[in-house]
């Protein structure tokens, strides 16, 4: 009796630990892929701020010999220093041509705006044209080839001369140099369209309103963004060297007031704002080019 009532017990208490063993197993081994999977994310995130550290830290050094070695040329030090006096008010007004360096950036933006503005609109309907009519593109691809290797500053006289302003100058100059990508991206998109695409909207008798609405311009979008971001590039480089040349408030005119008063680490702070504010820009119009991709749709 004693040897039959303890199989069932010892039966049991080894299927229990079987179950346990495998349990304790299946845990180690669903843990194995997380934490692998959490390091291999940790070893890509310091593969690219490492080196991004490294970079950060060869320039400083160059820059530190740099101004060892040249006169009235600062050091990485001074120019923070300065950076923290300019940053501690950076909206400040004291006169119309004396404003904090937040105002300047603000009024350089809204001229890139305004220009840049202006180039979308006129600029991505007329690549659409182009890449859709071939008599459009053979009588505006002369012109296009023209005027589009000429200097952006060659067009603020040209513009000085029609607006008589500084103000919708610079806008003019952004506009004309920046419409240029837009066209071009816009047109080659088009023409990259599958025949088959036309040949059905041709077949279902589609309106050209239709066909621009509803298979050309999905398709293209990806071609327009990289225009568009190509673009905001040259316009925030352009508004920099136009501002110099036409005075007011702007961070062009803002450094060129800073060179005659000889403040050259102020002038290195801009300098380094301008491509934060570019860098900016372009994350800005890559992060929207992601979100309308074939691949994220």
């Given at each position: 009796?004693?040897?039959?009532?303890?199989?069932?017990?010892?039966?049991?208490?080894?299927?229990?630990?079987?179950?346990?063993?495998?349990?304790?197993?299946?845990?180690?081994?669903?843990?194995?892929?997380?934490?692998?999977?959490?390091?291999?994310?940790?070893?890509?995130?310091?593969?690219?701020?490492?080196?991004?550290?490294?970079?950060?830290?060869?320039?400083?050094v160059i820059w530190q010999i740099a101004?060892?070695?040249?006169?009235?040329?600062?050091?990485?030090?001074?120019?923070?220093?300065?950076?923290?006096?300019?940053?501690?008010?950076?909206?400040?007004?004291?006169?119309?041509?004396?404003?904090?360096?937040?105002?300047?950036?603000?009024?350089?933006?809204?001229?890139?705006?305004?220009?840049?503005?202006?180039?979308?609109?006129?600029?991505?309907?007329?690549?659409?044209?182009?890449?859709?009519?071939?008599?459009?593109?053979?009588?505006?691809?002369?012109?296009?080839?023209?005027l589009r290797p000429v200097s952006p500053?060659?067009?603020?006289?040209?513009?000085?001369?029609?607006?008589?302003?500084?103000?919708?100058?610079?806008?003019?100059?952004?506009?004309?140099?920046?419409?240029?990508?837009?066209?071009?991206?816009?047109?080659?998109?088009?023409?990259?369209?599958?025949?088959?695409?036309?040949?059905?909207?041709?077949?279902?008798?589609?309106?050209?309103?239709?066909?621009?609405?509803?298979?050309?311009?999905?398709?293209?979008?990806?071609?327009?963004?990289?225009?568009?971001?190509?673009?905001?590039?040259?316009?925030?480089?352009?508004?920099?060297?136009?501002?110099?040349?036409?005075?007011?408030?702007?961070?062009?005119?803002?450094?060129?007031?800073?060179?005659?008063?000889?403040?050259?680490?102020?002038?290195?702070?801009?300098?380094?704002?301008?491509?934060?504010?570019?860098?900016?820009?372009?994350?800005?119009?890559?992060?929207?080019?992601?979100?309308?991709?074939?691949?994220?749709?």
């Open positions: 009796m004693s040897t039959h009532s303890k199989t069932p017990v010892t039966l049991a208490e080894s299927v229990s630990t079987e179950v346990v063993g495998r349990t304790t197993a299946k845990t180690k081994v669903d843990k194995s892929p997380a934490s692998e999977g959490k390091s291999a994310v940790l070893r890509r995130v310091m593969q690219k701020i490492i080196p991004g550290l490294l970079g950060v830290v060869v320039l400083l101004a060892l070695n040249s006169k009235g040329f600062p050091t990485p030090f001074k120019t923070w220093e300065a950076a923290k006096v300019i940053f501690s008010d950076p909206f400040y007004i004291a006169g119309p041509n004396d404003m904090g360096i937040g105002w300047n950036v603000l009024a350089s933006l809204k001229r890139v705006a305004i220009g840049f503005g202006l180039a979308v609109i006129v600029g991505i309907p007329a690549g659409f044209l182009i890449g859709r009519f071939q008599f459009v593109a053979n009588m505006f691809n002369p012109i296009i080839s023209l500053l060659a067009w603020l006289p040209i513009g000085l001369l029609l607006f008589q302003r500084a103000e919708p100058a610079s806008a003019w100059t952004i506009f004309i140099c920046s419409i240029w990508p837009m066209i071009l991206n816009t047109a080659e998109g088009v023409k990259r369209i599958p025949q088959d695409y036309l040949n059905v909207a041709r077949v279902l008798k589609l309106s050209e309103f239709t066909v621009m609405r509803k298979i050309l311009f999905p398709a293209v979008l990806p071609y327009i963004l990289t225009g568009v971001r190509l673009s905001i590039g040259i316009a925030w480089l352009v508004i920099v060297a136009a501002e110099m040349l036409t005075g007011g408030v702007g961070i062009g005119f803002w450094i060129w007031n800073e060179w005659n008063n000889l403040n050259v680490e102020n002038i290195i702070v801009a300098i380094l704002l301008i491509g934060v504010v570019g860098m900016l820009l372009e994350l800005g119009l890559m992060a929207i080019a992601r979100r309308f991709s074939y691949e994220n749709r």
